[in-house]
Structure formats: structure tokens, C-alpha cells
């Protein structure tokens, strides 16, 4: 999973809040609520809640999943 701060209008991309993105499907997530801050969670190296997280093994790549993904919806 990816997190992308806010961003204002006028920085070359599209504005918008902060989002998360699935490793798997490429949806982006919005995190309107609360500061536009990285959610504890992120900072902690977890995923969101109802999200899957998977390692490599030797822990050098991390993926999130959404429920969508990890339970074969999408």
C-alpha cells in the first residue's frame, strides 16, 4: 500500500486529500477524516483495518492488499 498526502491545486498533479493505494488493484482509498497526517497504523508498518498485509520473507517488500483483493472480489 502506498500513502499519498494531500495535494493542492497548482502542484502538476490532481488535487485531492490524502489516499491509500491496494498493492494488488491500484484503488486509491480516501483517508478524509482526522489530521493530514500518515494514520498510526501507516507509521507502525501495519495495514488498515480489514486490509491484508504480506512479506517476503527476509521482510525486504511489503504488500497490502484490500478486503477486495485478498478475498478474491476484484
Given at each position: ?48 483495518r ?12 511489503r ?12
Amino acid at each position: 500500500m502506498s500513502y499519498r498526502c494531500g495535494i493542492g491545486a497548482g502542484m502538476g498533479l490532481k488535487p485531492g486529500g490524502p489516499v491509500i493505494i491496494c498493492d494488488g488493484c491500484g484503488l486509491e482509498f480516501p483517508l478524509d477524516r482526522g489530521p493530514r497526517i500518515p494514520p498510526a497504523w501507516f507509521l507502525d508498518g501495519k495495514p488498515p483495518r480489514g486490509w491484508r498485509g504480506l512479506r517476503m520473507a527476509d521482510g525486504s517488500r511489503r504488500w497490502d492488499l484490500c478486503p477486495g483483493c485478498w478475498k478474491g472480489d476484484r
